[in-house]
């Protein structure tokens, strides 16, 4: 499969199902050809935003799935449909990228990573904000030793609420896992991918203050978190910490990002949907031991989508395919899915209890 065509089965054609497909389209030797959603609406819009129009449609993603013809599928159904869904997938042995978070508990997360063991094809968690230029060059920056012995990383998303979605099934805790694990997995992710270390207890503190207060659905009022901080201890000894704001539509940056060590430190900025009034992904390295800092403008050059994720999306595709095509192991792993979930659900717990919660006491 080294330069044959890749065909696509897309399960899940929401915003961010569209997302992916855009993402394939601007791909060489890709094909979307196949398209799932049990909402007409969302199939319909899927197929006429982006062109599809000779692509197969199914109300049920097991009738895709029997019906073969793809060589690999993307995952962007809501969260709690992941672990039937990606049962189904790995049972028929196709490669699969899932979006975040992979699963909404642990457990489920577990029973994914039992089945993909019997399954022949790639299992890719589609944790993105990996490939984010500035933050992949912060990566590059920590991992050349930069800023020396890591001590801190901090995270601060500032943002806008959560979108409307399909039933509005992301205003429920049980439908999404919860804002710690749907929003910030990415981030709790990042954290490990930095730290090169295991994360061994967690404190949080948060709560619902501004968001979605009047709305009510059926008899239901959302309960989802709409701010918290979330301190992460790592087994060798660094720190972590989210800074997490759902209702600060003014920010200049959505995301910004600092790793300090005892060396120097190093930071990425990346904006969000209101433009901001510096170029995206500014990134600042700072050295202690001669007070200098350097600035750059961090891009890609290989991305030809930009899409919602400054490019992040398409980058991670590349990566994807090239796993598909040869074999090779996935970028982002099952285990990093579940460890990202993990850390969400042990800060909902804390949060839930008012007390630090251990890692153990969730895996």
Same mark, same amino acid.
């Given at each position: 499969?080294?330069?044959?065509?890749?065909?696509?089965?897309?399960?899940?054609?929401?915003?961010?199902?569209?997302? #992916?497909?855009?993402?394939?389209?601007?791909?060489?030797?890709?094909?979307?050809?196949?398209?799932?959603?049990?909402?007409?609406?969302?199939?319909?819009?899927?197929?006429?935003?982006?062109? $599809?129009?000779?692509?197969?449609?199914?109300?049920?993603?097991?009738?895709?799935?029997?019906?073969?013809?793809?060589?690999?599928?993307?995952?962007?159904?809501?969260?709690?449909? #992941?672990?039937?869904? =990606?049962?189904?997938?790995?049972?028929? !042995?196709?490669?699969? =990228?899932?979006?975040?978070?992979?699963?909404?508990?642990?457990?489920?997360?577990?029973?994914?990573?039992? &089945?993909?063991?019997?399954?022949?094809?790639?299992?890719?968690?589609?944790?993105?904000?990996?490939?984010?230029?500035?933050?992949?060059?912060?990566?590059?920056?920590?991992?050349?030793?930069?800023?020396?012995? /890591?001590?801190?990383?901090?995270?601060?998303?500032?943002?806008?609420?959560?979108?409307?979605?399909?039933?509005?099934?992301?205003?429920?805790?049980?439908?999404?896992?919860?804002?710690?694990?749907?929003?910030?997995?990415?981030?709790?992710?990042?954290?490990?991918?930095?730290?090169?270390?295991?994360?061994?207890?967690?404190? !949080?503190?948060?709560?619902?203050?501004?968001?979605?207060?009047?709305? /009510?659905?059926?008899?239901?009022?959302?309960?989802?978190? @709409?701010?918290?901080?979330?301190?992460?201890?790592?087994?060798?000894?660094?720190?972590?910490?989210?800074?997490? %704001?759902?209702?600060?539509? &003014?920010?200049?940056?959505?995301?910004?990002? &600092?790793?300090?060590? @005892? =060396?120097?430190?190093?930071? %990425?900025?990346?904006?969000?949907?209101?433009? %901001?009034?510096?170029?995206? !992904?500014?990134?600042?390295?700072?050295?202690?031991?001669?007070?200098?800092?350097?600035?750059? /403008?961090?891009?890609?050059?290989?991305?030809?989508?930009?899409? $919602? #994720?400054?490019?992040?999306?398409?980058?991670?595709? $590349?990566?994807?395919?090239? %796993?598909?095509?040869?074999?090779?192991?996935?970028?982002?792993?099952?285990?990093?899915?579940?460890?990202?979930?993990?850390?969400?659900?042990? &800060?909902?717990?804390?949060?839930?209890?008012?007390?630090?919660?251990?890692?153990?006491?969730?895996?």
């Amino acid at each position: 499969m080294a330069t044959d065509e890749v065909r696509y089965g897309v399960i899940g054609t929401g915003m961010m199902g569209r997302e #992916h497909i855009f993402n394939i389209q601007a791909i060489e030797g890709t094909r979307v050809v196949a398209l799932s959603d049990p909402v007409a609406e969302s199939l319909e819009l899927a197929t006429t935003l982006t062109g $599809l129009d000779d692509v197969r449609t199914y109300a049920d993603h097991r009738e895709l799935l029997d019906d073969g013809g793809v060589d690999a599928v993307v995952v962007a159904s809501p969260n709690m449909t #992941h672990i039937d869904v =990606l049962t189904d997938v790995l049972a028929g !042995g196709v490669s699969v =990228l899932v979006e975040k978070p992979l699963c909404t508990t642990v457990a489920d997360c577990r029973t994914v990573i039992d &089945a993909a063991k019997e399954s022949p094809g790639i299992t890719w968690v589609g944790l993105e904000y990996r490939y984010m230029p500035p933050v992949a060059r912060l990566v590059e920056q920590v991992e050349a030793g930069v800023v020396g012995d /890591v001590k801190m990383i901090a995270i601060r998303e500032h943002r806008f609420p959560f979108l409307v979605k399909v039933g509005d099934w992301n205003r429920f805790n049980r439908n999404s896992g919860g804002t710690l694990v749907e929003k910030c997995c990415h981030f709790f992710d990042l954290m490990n991918l930095i730290a090169g270390s295991t994360p061994v207890r967690v404190m !949080g503190s948060g709560a619902q203050d501004v968001n979605h207060l009047d709305e /009510v659905y059926g008899e239901e009022v959302s309960d989802i978190l @709409d701010n918290a901080f979330v301190i992460v201890d790592y087994e060798d000894g660094k720190r972590a910490l989210l800074d997490l %704001a759902m209702f600060a539509e &003014a920010s200049q940056w959505q995301e910004e990002l &600092a790793v300090t060590g @005892d =060396l120097g430190k190093v930071e %990425a900025f990346v904006p969000g949907l209101i433009p %901001a009034p510096h170029p995206s !992904g500014m990134i600042r390295i700072g050295s202690r031991a001669d007070m200098t800092v350097a600035e750059e /403008v961090t891009h890609d050059h290989r991305v030809k989508y930009e899409g $919602l #994720h400054h490019g992040s999306s398409y980058l991670e595709h $590349l990566d994807f395919l090239e %796993a598909v095509r040869t074999g090779s192991a996935p970028a982002v792993s099952l285990e990093d899915g579940l460890m990202s979930v993990a850390m969400g659900v042990a &800060a909902h717990r804390s949060i839930d209890e008012r007390r630090v919660v251990e890692m153990t006491e969730v895996l």
